[in-house]
């Protein structure tokens, strides 16, 4: 286990070694009591964090502000671009670096792949990209790690399905370039032809130890697998709704077909349809731990990085 983490942006998980992981991970365990207790601690007393939030959140944003607030810190920042002048006009630049005067560390959600990273080439101080379009979601990776260490007891050997949205959802593509660092994981892609995962992350995965496999159903692998990772259809991410409503409800998750299964089913939320809400009530169901766990994952991710790279 390495004692430092090395990175000072959090931008994509392919600049992410598993001892990065493994560092948030084990901080976010012992930042799980505060986290869970609903006490606070003086970790960020006197640090701000700008939210520049372009695109919707529920989850993200305020679990990034629960967080902050959980250390001791405060947050600012616009929740949509309506909000800030960028709507008069503002370049995202000039935004982030007026941000940037007044906080320790830049927190960014934008519908276009590569924003997160543009701005950390600009401002001195972290920048955490919270979603760019369909490109990564990494601290919601390190979360979605974190869950599976916790409820199924190992990484390293998991048998996992990501059914859905495999082309735009930005989630999956993060947690697999991050099962990428682990040892003898077995991957089954489950998604309509045309929402597959994109060949870009299949050639960066044939780099790894990672085993993947594209299947059409989820009746052929739900008896192997540890974890089944349902996404959303994104219909945001469509240009024509027809194109959508072709496939929506493509996949839908019940009581009845996990019955007698030994897997959790998770979920980066929000949910449509694609899980019925009859599985809300059994033990499969982890995605609302999942959320939850966003807390002590953050708190752990804030921390570290505005501790490291002080103003
Ligand atoms: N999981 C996630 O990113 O949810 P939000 O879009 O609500 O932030």
New binding site residues.
């Given amino acids: 286990m390495i004692k430092i983490f090395r990175l000072k942006n959090i931008i994509s998980v392919k600049d992410f070694e598993r001892e990065d992981i493994e560092y948030i991970l084990n901080e976010a365990s012992k930042l799980e009591n505060i986290a869970k207790s609903k006490e606070t601690s003086e970790e960020l007393k006197g640090k701000i964090l700008g939210l520049m939030f372009f695109?919707?959140?529920?989850?993200?944003?305020?679990?990034f502000e629960t967080s902050m607030k959980r250390l001791n810190g405060e947050c600012i920042g616009f929740e949509n671009s309506k909000s800030s002048s960028v709507s008069k006009g503002e370049s995202i630049a000039d935004t982030a670096k007026m941000i940037e005067g007044y906080s320790d560390a830049l927190v960014i959600?934008h519908e276009l792949e590569g924003v997160s990273k543009f701005i950390s080439d600009i401002v001195e101080v972290p920048v955490i990209n919270?979603?760019d379009g369909a490109g990564q979601?990494p601290t919601?990776t390190l979360l979605d790690l974190y869950t599976i260490k916790n409820e199924i007891g190992f990484i390293d050997d998991l048998k996992i399905a990501l059914i859905g949205d495999l082309k735009f959802g930005r989630?999956v593509h993060s947690l697999a370039y991050a099962l990428g660092l682990f040892n003898n994981v077995k991957i089954y892609l489950v998604s309509p032809p045309e929402l597959e995962m994109p060949q870009e992350v299949l050639h960066d995965l044939d780099k790894t130890n990672v085993k993947y496999e594209k299947v059409d159903s989820i009746e052929k692998i739900i008896d192997d697998i540890n974890v089944l990772y349902v996404t959303r259809i994104q219909k945001e991410r469509f240009g024509d709704i027809n194109d959508y409503l072709k496939i929506k409800g493509a996949y839908i998750i019940n009581r009845k077909m996990l019955e007698g299964k030994d897997l959790i089913v998770m979920h980066?939320?929000?949910r449509i349809d694609e899980i019925d809400t009859d599985v809300d009530n059994t033990k499969y169901n982890k995605y609302f731990t999942q959320?939850e766990n966003?807390v002590p994952v953050r708190m752990a991710i804030l921390k570290t990085l505005i501790k490291n790279n002080p103003k």
């Fill in positions: 695109e919707p959140s529920t989850r993200t944003r305020m679990s959600r919270a979603g979601h919601q989630t980066p939320l929000p959320a966003a």
